[in-house]
């Protein structure tokens, strides 16, 4: 069931960020060229603020300590002034543009209602996790169980492009030999293709984002003190039992971390596919070029930055794998890791 609600949320949640994006695109086309750029920036924050609101409130329980409530406060802040500030960057657009004014409107609204229901809907879905293991990571570091893990997203990979290669044959077959739409009907069987392949990465990784968690009991302060002395290298203080939970962390964090860089390259190339698409009908003037530059920025940026991470979890779990011999009240795991 919980699998079940993570992937109708990202499909919510794609369409959702599609719909804004495009409705920022077609209905405030005519504004000025930096109000366009920033109402196209910004939008996607509309929708992509509350759903990490909901995804932090479904994870942690703010009232496991103060530490948590106040790291838990400042997201939420955060979240509600950048979707304040989109808001009224789309509203200069709109006027701008002379759009209707429906369009501000839906925008403000539907933003207002995802952040208002984001914190109850992402506490109800809390209530349904099971208790917090013994071993958090024992059954999922091996390298036999990541082997097994990775075989999905490999054969997600492969049923997706044939289905989508002999779905564009035939598109091509009956629309004629018009160079552009044999471009975009490639590129859309690409895009269907790697963003299939990015979810079932999702899927796949939800188990070690869970372990991470529970390493920490499920304690948001914690992790986040896990992953300034484990990723940041940091030398802040930690009790016995929050140093085998850390050593523990710092065992999971890698396979965590290369799953997720797994998942942004094909959701990336997924949506590449479609602005490249959508920049060769025109469409949607400079607004592609901008998207597939911010694109690039980010994994120039998160690449590098998670690969450093990596590296420095292994080295930490290395140099402390003698103090995740006794069990932990945060959670401990003596079982060798994997690497994809």
């Given at each position: 069931?919980?699998?079940?609600?993570?992937?109708?949320?990202i499909?919510?949640?794609?369409?959702?960020?599609?719909?804004?994006?495009?409705?920022?695109?077609?209905q405030?086309r005519?504004?000025?060229?930096?109000?366009?750029?920033?109402a196209?920036t910004?939008?996607?924050?509309?929708?992509?603020?509350?759903?990490?609101?909901?995804?932090?409130?479904?994870?942690?329980?703010?009232?496991s300590?103060?530490?948590?409530?106040?790291?838990?406060?400042?997201w939420?802040?955060?979240v509600?002034?950048?979707?304040?500030?989109?808001?009224?960057?789309?509203v200069?657009?709109a006027?701008?543009a002379?759009?209707?004014?429906?369009?501000?409107v839906?925008?403000?609204?539907?933003?207002?209602v995802?952040?208002?229901s984001?914190?109850?809907?992402?506490?109800?879905?809390?209530?349904?996790?099971?208790?917090?293991?013994?071993?958090?990571?024992?059954?999922?570091?091996?390298?036999?169980?990541?082997?097994?893990?990775?075989?999905?997203?490999?054969?997600?990979?492969?049923?997706?492009?044939?289905?989508?290669?002999?779905?564009?044959?035939?598109?091509?077959?009956?629309?004629?030999?018009?160079?552009?739409?044999?471009?975009?009907?490639?590129?859309?069987?690409?895009?269907?293709?790697?963003t299939?392949?990015?979810?079932?990465?999702?899927?796949?990784?939800?188990?070690?984002?869970?372990?991470?968690?529970?390493?920490?009991g499920?304690?948001?302060?914690?992790?986040?003190?896990?992953?300034?002395?484990?990723?940041?290298?940091?030398?802040?203080?930690?009790?016995?039992?929050?140093?085998?939970?850390?050593?523990?962390?710092?065992?999971?964090?890698p396979?965590?971390?290369q799953?997720?860089?797994?998942?942004?390259?094909?959701?990336?190339?997924?949506i590449?596919?479609?602005?490249v698409?959508?920049?060769?009908?025109?469409?949607l003037?400079?607004?592609?070029a901008?998207v597939?530059?911010?694109?690039?920025?980010?994994?120039?940026v998160?690449?590098?930055?998670?690969?450093?991470?990596?590296?420095?979890?292994?080295?930490?779990?290395?140099?402390?794998?003698?103090e995740?011999?006794?069990p932990?009240?945060?959670g401990?795991?003596?079982?060798?890791?994997?690497s994809?």
């Amino acid at each position: 069931m919980r699998v079940l609600i993570f992937l109708l949320t990202i499909i919510i949640t794609t369409a959702l960020s599609l719909g804004a994006g495009l409705l920022v695109g077609f209905q405030l086309r005519d504004a000025s060229e930096g109000l366009l750029i920033a109402a196209a920036t910004t939008s996607p924050f509309l929708v992509m603020g509350p759903v990490i609101i909901g995804a932090l409130a479904g994870s942690w329980d703010h009232r496991s300590s103060t530490e948590s409530r106040r790291f838990l406060g400042r997201w939420f802040s955060g979240v509600v002034a950048i979707d304040a500030a989109a808001v009224v960057i789309v509203v200069l657009a709109a006027l701008s543009a002379q759009a209707p004014i429906w369009v501000p409107v839906v925008l403000a609204i539907g933003t207002a209602v995802l952040l208002a229901s984001a914190r109850p809907l992402g506490a109800l879905f809390r209530r349904t996790e099971r208790p917090i293991p013994e071993t958090p990571g024992s059954s999922i570091a091996d390298a036999g169980v990541v082997r097994r893990k990775v075989r999905p997203i490999a054969v997600t990979f492969v049923v997706a492009a044939m289905v989508t290669s002999i779905g564009a044959a035939l598109l091509i077959a009956l629309g004629g030999d018009d160079g552009s739409e044999l471009a975009q009907t490639v590129l859309l069987a690409g895009q269907l293709t790697f963003t299939a392949t990015a979810m079932a990465a999702a899927v796949v990784s939800l188990p070690y984002g869970r372990a991470l968690r529970d390493t920490a009991g499920r304690d948001i302060g914690r992790v986040h003190r896990f992953g300034k002395v484990v990723l940041g290298g940091k030398p802040l203080p930690l009790d016995e039992a929050e140093q085998r939970g850390a050593v523990e962390y710092a065992r999971l964090a890698p396979l965590a971390l290369q799953f997720q860089l797994v998942f942004l390259g094909l959701l990336y190339v997924g949506i590449a596919f479609q602005f490249v698409s959508t920049a060769i009908r025109g469409d949607l003037g400079v607004l592609p070029a901008v998207v597939l530059t911010a694109m690039v920025v980010v994994l120039l940026v998160t690449v590098p930055l998670t690969v450093r991470r990596i590296r420095r979890a292994r080295t930490y779990a290395q140099e402390h794998r003698t103090e995740a011999d006794a069990p932990s009240a945060v959670g401990t795991s003596t079982e060798p890791t994997a690497s994809l």
